[in-house]
């Protein structure tokens, strides 16, 4: 499914390990491997790769990702904020926003979707132009999506933010584009996992057989 997939979409994955529902662990490293390898977004917090990859080496596995053919790598780490790394763009570390913390639960799905929601809305979802974005557009992307992230830490809940929220992380997110008036006018709220426009670009959670390992692919059509 995820093969067939990648020909027509831009896949990220974000591994959402769930270590005490793990019977097997070298067969489900493998297996998490091997999606990773098959997606253009990695996306995963600093406990996931500890689980997974046992160490804080992030950029040499993030290298190996990218040469078994994703276009962009992140790690996002709590308040040490946010590591990532692209093919083009390079290595680029963000650190996180200043929030009094209420609950953390639902960040990293406020992460993931606003980093997808930033790429669409500055053209780079598409497989071919996530790949020659530069690092002055993950950085802000980067920046959105942490935005985005703290602000869901800062209420009880997972309650993400809606536009009105971070109206001026996208303002920033889009000015070099002068994308911001058309976003605004298409897309009223937005949380995740939900549609942020009136086209096709739906972030969505397949969890199929893997459900009880909580695996998160989202789909994005380009």
């Known amino acids: 499914m995820i093969q067939d997939a990648g020909r027509s979409v831009t896949i990220s994955f974000d591994p959402n390990c769930r270590p005490n529902l793990v019977g097997h662990k070298a067969r489900y490293v493998d297996q998490m491997t091997a999606f990773a390898a098959l997606a253009d977004i990695v996306r995963m917090s600093d406990v996931d790769f500890k689980f997974l990859y046992g160490g804080g080496n992030y950029a040499e596995?993030?290298?190996?990702?990218?040469?078994?053919?994703?276009?962009?790598?992140?790690?996002?780490?709590?308040?040490?904020?946010?590591?990532?790394?692209?093919?083009?763009?390079?290595?680029?570390?963000?650190?996180?926003?200043?929030?009094?913390v209420v609950d953390t639960i639902g960040a990293g799905d406020s992460f993931q979707a606003a980093l997808l929601f930033a790429l669409r809305a500055i053209g780079r979802i598409g497989r071919h132009a996530l790949g020659q974005m530069n690092s002055d557009e993950l950085c802000r992307v980067l920046m959105f999506a942490s935005t985005c992230a703290a602000f869901t830490c800062g209420r009880t809940g997972a309650?993400?933010?809606?536009?009105?929220?971070?109206?001026?992380?996208?303002?920033?997110?889009?000015?070099?584009?002068?994308?911001?008036?058309?976003?605004?006018?298409?897309?009223?709220?937005?949380?995740?996992?939900?549609?942020?426009?009136?086209?096709?670009?739906?972030?969505?959670?397949?969890?199929?057989?893997?459900?009880r390992f909580g695996l998160r692919l989202s789909f994005a059509s380009k």
Do not use: M
Request: proline share 4%.
């Open 61 to 100: 596995k993030a290298r190996s990702l990218i040469k078994a053919g994703a276009s962009l790598v992140v790690v996002t780490r709590g308040i040490r904020g946010v590591q990532a790394w692209h093919n083009e763009a390079g290595a680029i570390e963000i650190q996180a926003p200043t929030v009094a």
């Open 159 to 211: 309650d993400p933010p809606r536009q009105a929220d971070v109206g001026a992380a996208l303002s920033r997110l889009c000015s070099s584009w002068g994308q911001r008036k058309s976003y605004s006018e298409r897309t009223s709220s937005w949380s995740a996992p939900r549609s942020v426009n009136e086209h096709t670009f739906v972030i969505a959670k397949f969890r199929s057989g893997y459900s």
